[in-house]
T-cell receptor, first 116, second 113 residues
Framework: EAQVTQNPRYLITVTGKKLTVTCSQN?????MSWYRQDPGLGLRQIYY???????DKGDVPEGYKVSRKEKRNFPLILESPSPNQTSLYFC???????????????FGAGSRLTVL | AQTVTQSQPEMSVQEAETVTLSCTYD???????LFWYKQPPSRQMILVIR??????QNATENRFSVNFQKAAKSFSLKISDSQLGDAAMYFC??????????FGAGTRLTVKP
């Protein structure tokens, strides 16, 4: 089944304890992206990647890191989490966005992160 | 930067009735793409409908249709014959030709039996 898989789905952690949220897609998509969803703000882009070894900042990159060493994986790293990073996180992917069909994002199921 | 505005934080509709969710956006681009995504309680983001800005014809997908007014920068979603399963948060989204993607704050739709 074509999908975007995120793990963990739920995580409670403490301030300063490094964590990684994994994201993997099995659709051979070039484009991958991370969003955070907060009430009243919709989804805001954290980082995105147009292809392997190519990553760019989105609107809210502070406090996050990403890497794209393989086409299928795009992990989100919080080196030193803080309470303001408590949020619902979504990974998404799409085919080459230069193509019309590449404009549609496929989302993962979301990861609820709580930082105490 | 482009912005997307959903002015209705909450809407409700009676089952089998029709409801329209509003969305406006701000852009100086001529080529772009618009989407409506549905987020049910499961939190999964599901594509409902999409519209290419260069197409004048409004997109339709079964009971879902849009009213795309390019000059007014408006992209409303009409849900006909509303069903209980339509209850969800709906997000309007804009994607520019250079792949900048923006989401609105969402509209929570309640469907009353």
């Amino acid at each position: 089944e074509a999908q975007v898989t995120q793990n963990p789905r739920y995580l409670i952690t403490v301030t300063g304890k490094k964590l990684t949220v994994t994201c993997s897609q099995n659709m051979n998509h070039e484009y991958m992206s991370w969003y955070r969803q907060d009430p009243g703000l919709g989804l805001r882009q954290i980082y995105y990647s147009m292809n392997v070894e190519v990553t760019d900042k989105g609107d809210v990159p502070e406090g996050y890191k990403v890497s794209r060493k393989e086409k299928r994986n795009f992990p989100l790293i919080l080196e030193s989490p803080s309470p303001n990073q408590t949020s619902l996180y979504f990974c998404a992917s799409s085919p080459d966005p230069r193509l019309i069909q590449g404009r549609v994002l496929t989302f993962g199921a979301g990861s609820r992160l709580t930082v105490l | 930067a482009q912005t997307v505005t959903q002015s209705q934080p909450e809407m409700s509709v009676q089952e089998a009735e029709t409801v329209t969710l509003s969305c406006t956006y701000d852009t100086s681009e001529s080529d772009y793409y618009l989407f409506w995504y549905k987020q049910p309680p499961s939190r999964q983001m599901i594509l409902v409908i999409r519209q290419e800005a260069y197409k004048q014809q409004n997109a339709t997908e079964n009971r879902f249709s849009v009213n795309f007014q390019k000059a007014a920068k408006s992209f409303s979603l009409k849900i006909s014959d509303s069903q209980l399963g339509d209850a969800a948060m709906y997000f309007c989204a804009y994607r520019s030709d250079d792949n900048d993607m923006r989401f609105g704050a969402g509209t929570r739709l309640t469907v009353k039996p």
